[in-house]
C-alpha cells in the first residue's frame, strides 16, 4: 500500500479481555516499530523488528504485552488482560533499513479505550 | 538516563511573530528528526538532520542540529495559524536503531 496501514483505527474493550492490533507497513520497510502514545504524552518506545533478526522487546511495560511479525510484513500487537492504564493510541511505524539515515513512517494509530 | 527534553512545552504565539523550540537530548547521537502531530492525528516527518551544523528549511520552518551541544532548534518565522500543532523531536542514540522521542511542544498561533 501507500502507506502505514493500521486496524482498528477505534477499538474500545472491557478490562480484561484481550485485543490485537495490527499493522501493514510500506512494502520494503522492513524495520518495524510499535510506540504507545497516551493522551497528551510523548511517545513510548514499544518494540523493534528488523529482518529476521530476534525483535528488541525492551519497551514492553509488561508481559500482558506481546507483538510478533508474519513474514516480514504485517505485525501484530496483543494486549492480554487489558487494563484501564493500557487506554491509548498504538502507533505503528516503518523504516527502509537500506536507506542510511531514513526517518520512519508513522501509520494513523489505533486507538484504544479501557472501560 | 537516556532524556530528551524539549522547551517550551506550551506555546501561544500572535501570527506574525518569530519563535524557537529548543531540543536538548543527553545521548551521543548524529541523527536528529522533527516531526509534526495535528489533533488527533499521527506524526508526519518534517526534517531529518544527518550531520553537526545540519540546517534544513521548509517554508516558515527551520531545523538546525549542534551534536558537539546535543541540541537542535526549530525555529519559526513569522508564524501563521496553520503551524499550531504539537511538534516533536526524535534522536537516534549512536549504535542503536531506536527513535526516541521528546516531550512535544504544543505550538497555538493566534490570529
Known amino acids: 500500500g501507500a502507506g502505514v496501514s493500521q486496524s482498528p483505527s477505534n477499538k474500545v474493550t472491557e478490562k480484561g479481555k484481550d485485543v490485537e492490533l495490527r499493522c501493514d507497513p510500506i512494502?520494503?520497510?522492513?524495520?518495524l516499530y510499535w510506540y504507545r502514545q497516551s493522551l497528551g504524552q510523548g511517545l513510548e518506545f514499544l518494540i523493534y523488528?528488523?529482518?529476521?533478526?530476534?525483535?528488541?522487546k525492551s519497551g514492553l511495560p509488561s508481559d500482558r504485552f506481546s507483538a510478533e511479525r508474519t513474514g516480514g510484513s504485517v505485525s501484530t500487537l496483543t494486549i492480554q488482560r487489558t487494563q484501564q492504564e493500557d487506554s491509548a493510541v498504538y502507533l505503528c511505524?516503518?523504516?527502509?533499513?537500506?536507506?542510511?539515515?531514513?526517518?520512519?513512517?508513522f501509520g494513523e494509530g489505533s486507538w484504544l479505550t479501557v472501560v | 538516563e537516556l532524556k530528551v527534553e524539549q522547551n517550551p512545552l506550551f506555546l501561544s504565539m500572535q501570527e506574525g511573530k518569530n519563535y524557537t523550540i529548543y531540543c536538548n537530548y543527553s545521548?551521543?547521537?548524529?541523527?536528529l528528526y522533527w516531526y509534526r502531530q495535528d489533533p488527533g492525528k499521527s506524526l508526519e516527518s518534517l526534517f531529518v538532520?544527518?550531520?553537526?551544523?545540519a540546517v534544513k528549511q521548509e517554508g516558515r520552518l527551520m531545523a538546525s542540529l549542534d551534536t558537539k551541544a546535543r541540541l537542535s532548534t526549530l525555529h519559526i518565522t513569522a508564524a501563521v495559524h496553520d503551524l499550531s500543532a504539537t511538534y516533536f523531536c526524535?534522536?537516534?542514540?549512536?549504535?542503536?536503531?531506536?527513535?526516541?522521542f521528546g516531550t512535544g511542544t504544543r505550538l497555538k498561533v493566534l490570529a
Open positions: 511505524a516503518g523504516r527502509d533499513p537500506g536507506v542510511p539515515g531514513n526517518t520512519i513512517y
Open positions: 512494502s520494503g520497510h522492513t524495520a
Open positions: 523488528f528488523q529482518g529476521n533478526s530476534a525483535p528488541d
Open positions: 545521548t551521543t547521537s548524529d541523527r
Open positions: 538532520l544527518l550531520s553537526n551544523g
Open positions: 526524535a534522536v537516534v542514540p549512536s549504535g542503536t536503531y531506536k527513535y526516541i
